[in-house]
């Protein structure tokens, strides 16, 4: 596990805070990804609702990581940024895993959601803009949403 506050992506002028979290691909450790986010958020000044939205959004994100990214053995890393500006959070989720094709993880199966489907609605909903860039042909996935403040 590492934590590591970029000081090079620090803009005192423009107010950019960024920092990143490495974490095993293993359930027990998502809860560090949203403590590391309300810490943040906290210190820019979110409400507790913003506050709330957004570890909701982290955790669907990460948790599609872990459990597909690495198959059962988990023996993978997933990456989050989070970077703070004065009128923006990001935080982006990246891991070296099977990848997916994000269409098909957004696709209906007549009123049913696919498996994973529900997650990314959730982030999209939550989200002011999401990018999800996978192909299972290459490995890896990232997924990067955006909350305006």
Same mark, same amino acid.
């Given at each position: 596990?590492? !934590?590591?506050? %970029?000081?090079?992506?620090?803009?005192?002028?423009?107010?950019?805070?960024?920092?990143?979290?490495?974490?095993?691909?293993?359930?027990?450790?998502?809860?560090?990804?949203? $403590?590391?986010?309300?810490?943040?958020?906290?210190?820019?000044?979110?409400?507790?609702?913003?506050?709330?939205? !957004?570890?909701?959004?982290?955790?669907?994100?990460?948790?599609?990581?872990?459990?597909?990214?690495?198959?059962?053995?988990?023996?993978?890393?997933?990456?989050?940024?989070? *970077?703070?500006?004065?009128?923006?959070?990001?935080?982006?989720?990246?891991?070296?895993?099977?990848?997916? %094709?994000? *269409?098909?993880?957004?696709?209906?199966?007549? %009123?049913? $959601?696919?498996?994973?489907? $529900?997650?990314?609605?959730?982030?999209?909903?939550?989200?002011?803009?999401?990018?999800?860039?996978?192909?299972? *042909?290459?490995?890896?996935?990232? $997924?990067? !949403?955006?909350?305006? !403040?």
């Amino acid at each position: 596990m590492e !934590l590591v506050t %970029d000081t090079a992506d620090v803009d005192v002028a423009g107010g950019i805070r960024t920092v990143r979290l490495r974490i095993p691909a293993k359930p027990e450790y998502i809860a560090l990804g949203r $403590l590391a986010l309300t810490g943040l958020a906290q210190a820019r000044g979110l409400d507790s609702d913003t506050i709330a939205d !957004l570890k909701l959004a982290l955790t669907e994100a990460v948790s599609n990581s872990v459990r597909h990214a690495y198959a059962a053995a988990g023996d993978g890393q997933v990456d989050v940024r989070y *970077e703070l500006r004065a009128d923006r959070i990001s935080i982006e989720v990246v891991d070296d895993g099977a990848g997916f %094709d994000p *269409e098909e993880a957004l696709s209906f199966d007549g %009123d049913e $959601l696919s498996e994973g489907g $529900l997650g990314i609605a959730i982030i999209r909903a939550i989200a002011d803009d999401v990018e999800i860039e996978s192909r299972p *042909e290459v490995r890896g996935s990232r $997924l990067r !949403l955006v909350k305006n !403040l």
